[in-house]
């Protein structure tokens, strides 16, 4: 019933965001491999977007992290999270059941009862050990959004030697005057729990400063000491600052922050063979990062291949507060690596007299995170922003590669709304179906944008990847194209890179319909 | 003799004509460089409440969000020099602080020009009407969001979110 009175206000809601006209993709039925028995366990979970509470009238950021155990058929049996709202932290509150369904394509909901509430989740697996989800919480204390994703735990009970060795972390979010704040880095755990050693890079409002970090520690919540065997859950002070954290396993923790405003994400384990120097770092690799400008939101997602020290074949797309801005000339390419700090280097490359720069932690040869330091002057940074950097493989990318079911999500700014437009959250989740680089599939949408304030359920998503497409690309993972149908909506232009077959990262590249600014991540279903 | 003159006054000709296109190429890279530099020169000048300054006029047409970029919410303000396009970020801020611009209202809005592309607008920083201001940008540039104009009260009552 609920999803049917959902269905209903996305049929209304689409008419005020539809501009006379717009798609009429209808959602395919469910098709694959999945089943009820397929969210089975005790799964870490986050989001990351906003939240409206009752007698507000504006959405604040929000971040939540916690734990919820499935049983496989249908029930939630238990869990547990921590929420943070503009810096205003809720901890250590109880999940006491639920309910889910997964369909055969992946897709299902989530509701998990906390209290007198419930909060329901839009889920898309990837796997039975993994899945994207969308907060879609809408009741009469609050409705919230956002996006994150959900990881099978290793196996309780947890401690606290879990965690031990170097880690690499991004932390972004907001500062305790709700300033925008990039906090990346990497830090040692050693055996007893404590923190000996770090280096940080940190941008808070536009200020960048880099370091290394005071000692810190990690140790069991003395309110709350069962979690930690339990959830994997307890607390940490990092660089001064208060976190709660959940063990996922050795290999990844997930932080929310608990004092000093509204930073989260997650920490992983930096492999031993991890690159320290530019001889050996090679090879082609993918980047996203999103945050503000000046200007408002930003995001920027490209391509470079990296030689020894020098950086080639860059390509990078930037949508800076709605103006999009396609690279494909750059020069002067260069990257540098830390030699006290493994793993951490800058790469920098021009853009006509333009001059990117970007502080970098790699976990393994791999992977990393990155960190936009451009600056207007010393210490100054022009935007607030960072996310992912991921080694290209399995190229060519073609029809024959990129096939297969994917989960799809969204997440940034869209310009909608009735008689009084407004800018606000978006985020999309979506299954579907690539076949001959034509997507069918269905998906969630939830724009907070709209005075109802409900979430988009079952549109149907249609469109097309344009490999080599008409900006003269080729299919090594250098920029591509996308467009994404939703039932009554117009068409959604999207830049895409390959990271690998399994794996893409994308932003919206048009305004030509609703204004937006979005990235978001394709990936195969396992 | 004459035939070999012919082709080097040809040649020579060609030369001061290929010199005169490269002069001319260089000319106009020169120029396109210096524009490319100025734009990105403003694409890099961060903002900074040391250059701030204000305008002063009365509104011509407000946007709660406007087709062109910047994303979010549009003035267009009539000043004594012209018509200037004021870029106010969040629309919910300005109605989170219950101010309401309509044409005719006279303003004073402090801020700075910016530069997006090719394109100029005047970020504002505090937007004023009578008595009224509100604040849109942080001393950064950066935009306020409706979290930033929680009272302790609110901030209080956000423990409640699950």
């Known amino acids: 019933m609920k999803r049917l009175l959902f269905a209903l206000a996305t049929a209304a809601g689409l008419l005020s965001t539809a501009c006379g006209g717009g798609s ?103 796997s039975t050990s993994d899945g994207l989800l969308i907060d879609e919480t809408s009741n009469s204390n ?172 860059v390509l990078g797309d930037t949508n800076d507060a709605g103006r999009q801005h396609p690279s494909t000339s750059f020069s002067s390419g260069t990257i540098t690596f830390d030699s006290a700090n493994p793993g951490r280097g800058q790469i920098t490359f021009q853009d006509t007299s333009f001059p990117f720069a970007f502080v970098f932690y790699l976990s393994s040869a791999s992977s990393g995170v990155i960190q936009d330091v451009t600056q207007s002057g010393p210490g100054v940074g022009i935007v607030v922003a960072d996310g992912s950097i991921e080694l290209q493989s399995g190229s060519p990318f073609t029809s024959a590669n990129v096939s297969g079911t994917y989960a799809m999500n969204w997440s940034g700014l869209v310009v909608a709304g009735g008689s009084f437009p407004i800018e606000d959250e978006e985020d999309l989740l979506a299954q579907a179906n690539v076949s001959s680089m034509t997507l069918s599939g269905a998906a969630d949408l939830f724009q907070f944008t709209s005075a109802t304030l409900t979430p988009q359920l079952d549109l149907g998503v249609g469109g097309v990847i344009q490999i080599n497409g008409t900006d003269g690309t080729s299919g090594d993972g250098s920029r591509n194209g996308m467009t994404v149908n939703l039932t009554g909506a117009n068409p959604i232009n999207f830049v895409v890179y390959f990271v690998n077959p399994q794996l893409a990262f994308f932003a919206n590249r048009d305004n030509s319909g609703a204004q937006r600014i979005v990235v978001g991540i394709l990936k195969l279903q396992q | 003799m004459g035939r070999d003159m012919k082709a080097a006054i040809r040649s020579y000709s060609g030369t001061l004509a ?23 020169t403003q694409r890099l000048h961060a903002y900074g409440v040391n250059r701030e300054s204000f305008l002063l006029g009365t509104v011509v047409k407000f946007e709660s969000v406007s087709s062109a970029a910047p994303i979010g919410a549009h003035l267009t303000l009539q000043t004594p020099s012209g018509q200037v396009d004021v870029h106010l970020g969040n629309a919910k801020v300005l109605q989170a602080g219950h101010l309401e611009l309509n044409p005719g209202d006279n303003v004073r809005i402090v801020g700075e020009p910016l530069a997006l592309g090719d394109k100029t607008y005047f970020a504002a920083r505090i937007v004023q009407k009578g008595a009224q201001a509100v604040a849109v940008r942080n001393a950064k540039g950066y935009l306020l969001t409706s979290a930033s104009t929680l009272t302790p009260d609110q901030k209080q009552a956000l423990r409640g979110v699950r």
């Not at chain 1, 504006?58 to 238990?78: H, Y």
């Open chain 1, 24 to 126: 009429s993709v209808q959602p395919p039925p469910p098709v694959g491999k999945y089943s009820m028995a397929s969210l089975n366990g005790q799964y870490a979970f986050v989001t990351n977007g906003e939240v409206f509470t009752s007698g507000s009238n504006a959405p604040v950021p929000l971040a939540r992290t916690g734990v919820f155990i499935a049983d496989g058929k249908g029930n939630i049996t238990g869990g547990i999270e921590d929420v943070n709202a503009s810096g205003t932290p809720s901890n250590a509150i109880a999940i006491t059941n639920g309910t889910y369904i997964v369909n055969a394509d992946g897709r299902g909901a989530l509701a998990l009862n906390v209290g007198q509430s419930t909060l329901d989740f839009g889920i898309t697996l990837t």
């Open chain 1, 142 to 313: 609050q409705a919230s959004t956002g996006s994150g994703n959900f990881v099978l735990q290793k196996a309780a009970p947890f401690a606290l030697t879990d965690v031990n060795g170097p880690y690499v972390f991004d932390f972004p979010g907001l500062d305790a005057n709700n300033n925008p704040e990039s906090f990346i880095g990497e830090f040692t755990v050693d055996n007893t729990g404590a923190i000996p050693t770090g280096f940080f890079d940190d941008n808070v409002n536009g200020n960048l400063t880099s370091g290394g970090m005071a000692p810190g520690s990690i140790a069991q919540d003395p309110l709350q000491l069962s979690t930690l065997s339990s959830f994997g859950r307890g607390i940490a002070n990092i660089a001064g600052q208060n976190f709660v954290f959940y063990i996922v396993d050795s290999r990844r923790v997930r932080f929310v922050s608990t004092s000093g405003g509204m930073l989260s994400g997650d920490a992983v384990t930096q492999s031993t063979n991890v690159p320290t120097s530019t001889s050996n770092f090679n090879g082609s690799f993918a980047f996203v990062l999103a945050g503000a400008s000046a200007n408002g939101g930003v995001t920027r997602v490209g391509r470079f291949t990296a030689n020894g020290a020098t950086v080639g074949n």
């Open chain 2, 18 to 40: 290929l010199l005169i296109i490269l002069v001319f190429c260089i000319s106009a890279n020169a120029q396109q460089t210096q524009q490319a530099q100025q734009a990105d």
